[in-house]
């Protein structure tokens, strides 16, 4: 799991930061109704599709299409979130000034390499 700073994951959970867990698609389903998709750019310029509750419009993966063997879950739709810490910080050139990360967290200025 990460925290991301970048300006789309701070609009899109209303805070300073998102939350994502990187799991393999293959180990994931949605297991009640289907999912709606829109593309985004992020700030590296890449498309990303967002995929979302058709119902009430929360975010709940991300993806690089339907071949992705990787997928991004939005870790507050998970049930229980108590257990996850991160294991990084992203696109920190975008953190809140106000925002002192005081962990020993690698931070990226931008995305990690691959």
């Known amino acids: 799991m990460y925290a991301c700073h970048c300006l789309d994951c701070q609009r899109q959970s209303a805070s300073a930061f998102g939350i994502s867990v990187i799991v393999e698609r293959a180990g994931f389903s949605i297991t009640e109704g289907a999912v709606k998709t829109w593309v985004t750019y992020g700030e590296s310029g890449n498309p990303k599709r967002a995929n979302f509750c058709p119902t009430c419009g929360v975010r709940i993966f991300h993806d690089d299409g339907d071949n992705s063997q990787w997928i991004s879950v939005k870790g507050g ?17 975008r953190q809140q000034s106000w925002l002192h990360l005081d962990d020993d967290l690698v931070r990226h200025a931008e995305e990690p390499p691959e």
């Open 77 to 93: 739709t998970l049930d229980d979130s108590s257990h996850l810490e991160p294991g990084a910080h992203l696109w920190t050139k």
